[in-house]
């Protein structure tokens, strides 16, 4: 600690204490560091601007700050994995140091998904995070397990959304994801060979989309237009409910995904079959 607390001090900051957290017992220390030096990890999701907005009116409304964010020093730059919308909206409020929870272990860097609790994330949000993280991580460490990781990521579906997000950014992840979440797991291949894997599955995914969307077109020109639409035809289209025990494959879900939708009959569908099964599914969310 003694190590952290001197660098700190050379950053320009101000080491207050040392201290023991109550879970695991490791050694913080808090901190005053000084907001030039404190940024996102480079993986994180991109700022909010309403969240912001919402943030520095508060602040501004309180005339005080209460919230220490959680930050890690890499070569005198601080990381906050926990904090950058606070960050962001100290810098706008014109204050020069923030309160922080130093944290010595640069690997918690990583557990951005299982520290963050400042703005809930959206899907979008985590699966960019993931997957830019994926490629940190990629570069670091080429040769071990996509499994490893799997706390750091989280859900393993993530990671296949995240490279269609970064290609797509209006890619209909939602949609998908209830599938996905059930047969995507992580893979007991170093990350090198795995990313080439969550390539093949993106592309499968990519191709339902592109059948979904061409069949809610043809859709709409028969008068079926309701925003639950594509969401009703992936459900009817959906290879796993009829899964019991024993699911399939991630490439055999997605590839029977596929050759259903391609087969899929806009004449047996009706207004009232998807404007109920959309009242369903709002319950569903709601209970």
Not at 22 to 48: C, M, N
Not at 112 to 119: F, R, S, V, Y
Not at 218 to 232: E, F, I, Q, T, W
Request: aromatic share 8%; proline share 6%; net charge positive.
């Amino acid at each position: 600690m003694t190590d952290l607390a001197d660098a700190i001090e050379a950053d320009g900051g101000d080491a207050l204490a040392a201290f023991e957290e109550p879970i695991g017992g490791h050694w913080h220390v808090f901190a005053l560091l000084p907001l030039s030096k404190v940024e996102a990890t480079p993986y994180q999701r991109d700022l909010s601007p309403a969240h912001l907005k919402r943030m520095v009116e508060v602040m501004k409304k309180l005339d005080r700050y209460t919230e220490p964010i959680v930050a890690v020093r890499s070569d005198g730059r601080y990381w906050t994995p926990n904090g950058n919308h606070r960050r962001a909206a100290s810098v706008k409020s014109g204050a020069k140091t923030i309160p922080a929870i130093v944290i010595p272990e640069p690997e918690v860097a990583f557990q951005i998904l299982a520290l963050n609790t400042e703005k809930a994330h959206n899907l979008r949000d985590k699966a960019l995070e993931v997957i830019r993280m994926y490629r940190a991580r990629l570069e670091e460490h080429p040769r071990r397990q996509e499994k490893e990781f799997g706390f750091e990521f989280e859900r393993a579906h993530f990671i296949t959304l995240g490279l269609l997000y970064e290609k797509k950014p209006k890619f209909s992840g939602g949609a998908f994801a209830p599938i996905l979440s059930r047969v995507d797991n992580f893979l007991a291949k170093p990350l090198a060979d795995a990313l080439e894997e969550r390539h093949e599955r993106a592309a499968l995914v990519e191709r339902a989309e592109e059948l979904v969307n061409d069949l809610v077109v043809r859709g709409k020109r028969r008068g079926l237009v309701h925003p639950y639409l594509k969401n009703y035809i992936i459900a009817r289209s959906n290879p796993l409910t009829r899964a019991r025990k024993t699911l399939p494959s991630c490439n055999a879900a997605l590839n029977s995904l596929i050759k259903s939708l391609s087969e899929f009959d806009l004449g047996k569908v009706h207004f009232g079959q998807i404007r109920e099964a959309a009242q369903i599914a709002a319950a569903t969310t709601t209970e």
